[in-house]
């Protein structure tokens, strides 16, 4: 149970740069996800703090311990793979003992070990059992009893929910964060899925060619985004572009929006983000801001609606609206929207 | 359509093993030329038990089958995992340049290999036998191994590593036990083209030295007793059971449990 630090990593491949000079640092028992687009560089990342990659420059460091030059085997890891990765020629016991073994516990001390993992992750007596009896969704479990068994210093995880069913993703999340929370292992989780980082993080970094682009917690880099690669990358948000003028934003129509957030002096270009579930249709200008639009397209998805809009400007937007009153507008329908100034984040690009 | 299927399997099978069969029960006939009708006789078997020369080659044969299997299959297996697991130059040409020797006409690579071996002094025999049947196994080898490779996921030997084992460890612990059955096929295999191998045996035996094949020609130039049939026999059953009990144990084709 120990920090992870990464300071100016940098790879490389060819010519490509994967990773440009990350730093940044995963506090002792915090859950942290990586998220970002394949091409971000998070499992590279990932896979430089395991091991399995040397950086072409900077440290990685484990507790106090520089292990830049440490190869996986001696850095105490536990990894979780996408594809569970069990040795189908052992039992599930030899599985989750391989590590125990390899630190040199074996006997009665390593099948105690064994079955308080196993137990652990809800499947005592699974022990006799070969991987080809278990469900993707046990394997998995057996695969987390098998990394958190040596006591690891930190827990990576690759992408390991992906493979899993919608329903079965969901209840491996909550266990997952439930056994983080009791091991108090500080974890790292790289994901492409933006809501089972939110769910499950105290931290979210977002990667985007190889840089992170905002790390915090998840209301913070959900709430007030700092780019707009950030802003699409997690969640859906609008995008509206304007001048500022006198601490407020005119937009190409005439238009003024007021922002909370802070803006940049008189008479540059900003972008502003407003997140779709945060617009509202309004009738009269009761909100901060507000601005009309055109309904082309209407997506019914039961307890919310989802509606394209544009503006007459030709600014594409998107509204959720909670199914309150069982109303759908139509397409062609001109509509008034409010939303707050708290609301909108400015956001560079 | 399924008893049509059926048919045609029992077919395939009727007109492989016949000859077989027939070549097998003429070994047990008393008439030295074949002749009808059947005489059970183990006449040629008690012949074959003196004909030293001819059970000289079938040893020959054996032991040079052995040795090229344990040989090739232990050169090609490593061949294999560089192939497979690492990257260096010139990787994809050496895979490609695998297979051409399986196609060229082992006339062909018979001639070159004498003319090179009298050149560079090795000469024939033996050594020289043993060399050529390595060589030619190899590619095989390499083959049935590397295919054995692509069905067992790198991320296995991550795994292991994640949890301590260096990578020869790894490798040890994890790969090899599900590469078993691969490398066993492959080990038949290099034993199949071994004892198999006519042509490039006869350029490189010598009068002293050689194989069953080799010595069935020889004899069969002779004019020749069914002291062949009786030897042939000996070695089908040998080399039937070694394979049946390698279909029994190491199930090919079956990658099920290996994800």
Do not use: C
């Not at chain 1, 030899?94 to 308080?116: C, M, P, S, T, W």
């Not at chain 1, 840089?211 to 007030?224: A, F, H, L, N």
């Not at chain 2, 183990?42 to 299997?69: E, F, Q, V």
């Not at chain 2, 095989?140 to 030997?157: K, S």
Request: charged fraction near 15%; charge should be neutral.
């Amino acid at each position: 149970m120990t920090n992870v630090k990464v300071n100016s990593v940098a790879k490389t491949y060819g010519t490509t740069p994967v990773l440009a000079d990350i730093t940044t640092e995963f506090p002792e028992g915090s859950f942290t996800s990586l998220l970002g687009p394949s091409g971000s560089g998070k499992t590279t990342l990932l896979r430089i703090i395991a091991g399995f990659i040397k950086p072409d420059q900077g440290v990685v460091m484990i507790g106090n311990n520089d292990v830049t030059d440490v190869p996986v085997w001696g850095r105490n890891i536990g990894m979780m793979f996408q594809s569970y990765a069990l040795f189908p020629h052992m039992t599930i016991a030899q599985n989750v003992a391989f590590g125990l073994e390899r630190r040199g516990i074996k006997g009665a001390e390593a099948r105690k070990e064994v079955d308080r993992a196993l137990e652990m992750v809800r499947l005592p007596g699974f022990g006799d059992r070969t991987p080809k009896q278990l469900s993707g969704g046990q394997q998995q479990r057996v695969a987390l009893a098998r990394a958190i068994v040596i006591k690891p210093s930190v827990l990576l995880l690759d992408e390991p929910l992906s493979a899993l069913d919608r329903r079965l993703r969901q209840e491996m999340q909550v266990e997952l964060l439930r056994i983080q929370r009791e091991s108090g292992l500080t974890t790292i989780f790289v994901t492409h899925d933006q809501e089972e980082a939110l769910t499950l993080s105290d931290k979210v970094a977002i990667l985007d060619k190889g840089r992170i682009v905002q790390i915090g917690e998840p209301e913070t880099v959900y709430e007030k985004p700092l780019t707009r690669f950030a802003a699409e990358f997690l969640g859906d948000s609008n995008f509206l572009t304007g001048t500022v003028e006198n601490g407020a934003v005119r937009l190409a129509d005439g238009s003024v929006v007021k922002s909370t957030s802070a803006l940049p002096a008189n008479g540059s270009t900003v972008t502003l983000a407003i997140r779709p579930e945060k617009m509202a249709i309004t009738s009269g200008d009761t909100a901060d801001n507000s601005i009309k639009a055109r309904i082309t397209t209407v997506i019914y998805a039961g307890p919310v609606l989802s509606y394209h809009l544009e503006t007459a400007d030709g600014v594409p937007l998107k509204l959720f609206a909670q199914n309150r009153d069982g109303t759908v507008l139509k397409e062609g329908d001109e509509i008034s929207l409010g939303w707050s100034a708290e609301h909108t984040v400015a956001v560079a690009d | 359509m399924k008893s049509l299927g059926r048919f045609y399997l029992i077919a395939t099978l009727v007109f492989l093993y016949t000859p077989i069969l027939v070549m097998m029960a003429m070994g047990f006939n008393e008439s030295q030329l074949y002749e009808l009708p059947f005489t059970f006789s183990m006449r040629w078997y008690d012949a074959l038990w003196n004909n030293k020369i001819l059970l000289t080659a079938g040893m020959n044969s054996i032991i040079i089958a052995l040795i090229t299997s344990v040989l090739a299959t232990a050169l090609g297996t490593m061949a294999s995992v560089a192939l497979s697991r690492r990257t260096f130059r010139g990787k994809s040409l050496l895979q490609l340049m695998l297979l051409p020797p399986i196609a060229i006409p082992w006339l062909i690579t018979g001639t070159a290999m004498l003319i090179f071996f009298y050149w560079t002094g090795i000469g024939r025999g033996m050594h020289a036998l043993l060399i050529g049947h390595v060589a030619l196994a190899i590619p095989y080898v390499v083959l049935v191994v590397g295919t054995g490779f692509r069905t067992i996921r790198a991320d296995l030997e991550e795994a292991a590593m994640s949890l301590g084992s260096t990578p020869v460890h790894a490798f040890f612990s994890v790969t090899l036990p599900l590469l078993y059955p691969s490398i066993l096929g492959a080990a038949l295999f290099a034993f199949a083209v071994s004892l198999d191998q006519f042509v490039i045996s006869y350029f490189l035996a010598t009068p002293g030295y050689t194989t069953l094949p080799v010595q069935i020609y020889s004899s069969i130039r002779k004019g020749f007793t069914p002291e062949i049939n009786a030897i042939s026999t000996v070695l089908l059953l040998g080399s039937m059971t070694v394979i049946l009990i390698f279909a029994r144990f190491a199930k090919p084709g079956d990658t099920s449990d290996k994800r």
